[in-house]
């Protein structure tokens, strides 16, 4: 199973951006799907994850963040919207679930390659 993430780059304070990432590989089915970052010196922490039942946010992000999945696609979908300095960070995409493999379900927990995110003026 792999994982492409796209979307990053460089922002005004204010504005938005909308990270994607693509599933590939043979997948039985997704569970969770969720956007993690990790700023210069810090440790990489939960944005937001999403569910068939539901989303859940870290507070910093409440009300700017959403996250979004197609399941049709096998994508799910960040959009960030007033960015703050503070959002600056490498974004990281993971995705949950079973995928086959010789008549076999296994489970995966697979991390994208990574998207810069900076807010700057």
């Known amino acids: 199973v792999q994982l492409q993430a796209s979307g990053g780059g460089l922002v005004q304070p204010g504005g938005s951006l909308r990270l994607n990432c693509t599933v590939s590989?043979?997948?039985?089915?997704?569970?969770?799907m969720g956007w993690y970052r990790q700023a210069p010196g810090k440790e990489r922490e939960l944005v937001a994850i999403?569910?068939?039942?539901?989303?859940n946010y870290a507070d910093a992000v409440q009300g700017r963040f959403t996250i979004s999945r197609d399941n049709a696609k096998n994508t799910v979908n960040l959009q960030t919207s007033s960015l703050e300095p503070e959002d600056t960070a490498v974004y990281y995409c993971?995705?949950?679930?079973?995928?086959?493999?010789?008549?076999?379900?296994?489970?995966?927990?697979?991390w994208g390659q990574g998207t810069q995110v900076t807010v700057s003026s």
């Open positions: 590989g043979s997948i039985f089915s997704i569970d969770t």
């Open positions: 993971n995705v949950r679930g079973w995928y086959s493999r010789k008549s076999q379900l296994l489970v995966f927990n697979s």
């Open positions: 999403i569910t068939q039942e539901r989303t």
